[in-house]
């Protein structure tokens, strides 16, 4: 099955620098690639996501890039506010097959940004 | 919208209790899924529905019984639970699971403490 490695486990930046999370997965076949946001108390919250058929995709601060060789992909946040502190999880995906519907998730990253 | 919503926020019950989680949506969404999360790790797939037929069961334990009334409502009956089932349930919702993959949206979650 698919496995998902994500780093760092914590980050921690100051109020206007950039952030950068990174995840690898082991399983070729996936092409979704989806990036969910979670604060204290709360459910996931889906930021961003990216297919196989796009290297880049941004929305305002956040950006994501995908290498479909080296099977990895990052988030990029740049201009960090004190409310993107919150942990961050990765997560992928395919099309195909019996899991079909199933997300493999990262371990999260904790990310805080002190003011 | 891509709202999610879970009632109740948060439930304490017995180890002889019953009790039920809902779960509601009205994005159109035919694919409905029960996740359970323990502190500090990812959210663990437990069952996922699609056009209100349980398509997937991650071999959760018989204490745990899902319903779909209708492809609006995701109901999660719960019966002689154990302490170690304490945790934050997510309910999420997804346009459809097959053959294609579309966004997965998470509610907030009920928060089980079982004594």
């Known amino acids: 099955g698919e496995n998902v490695e994500q780093h760092p486990s914590t980050l921690s930046v100051q109020e206007g620098d950039s952030a950068v999370i990174k995840c690898t997965y082991s399983?070729?076949?996936?092409?979704?690639f989806p990036w969910y946001k979670q604060e204290l108390g709360k459910g996931p919250q889906l930021i961003i996501d990216i297919r196989s058929n796009v290297g880049e995709k941004k929305d305002q601060r956040i950006a994501v890039t995908l290498n479909k060789t080296a099977k990895h992909f990052s988030l990029h946040i740049t201009e960090t506010q004190p409310e993107d502190s919150a942990v961050y999880f990765c997560a992928a995906k395919r099309d195909s097959g019996g899991s079909n519907y199933k997300l493999t998730f990262g371990k999260g990253t904790l990310l805080t940004v002190n003011p | 919208d891509t709202e999610v919503t879970q009632t109740p926020k948060h439930l304490v019950m017995g180890m002889t209790n019953k009790k039920s989680l809902k779960c509601e949506q009205h994005?159109?969404?035919?694919?409905m899924y029960w996740y359970k999360q323990k502190a500090k790790k990812p959210p663990e797939l437990m069952f996922v529905?699609?056009?209100?037929?349980?398509?997937i069961n991650e071999s959760v334990p018989s204490r745990f019984s899902p319903e779909c009334p209708n492809s609006s409502l995701l109901n999660l009956h719960l019966h002689a639970l154990q302490p170690e089932d304490s945790a934050l349930y997510l309910c999420a919702s997804s346009l459809s699971g097959g053959g294609t993959t579309y966004e997965q949206y998470f509610g907030p979650g009920t928060r089980l403490t079982v004594t």
């Open positions: 994005m159109g969404h035919r694919a």
């Open positions: 399983d070729s076949a996936s092409n979704y």
């Open positions: 529905y699609s056009y209100e037929k349980l398509s």
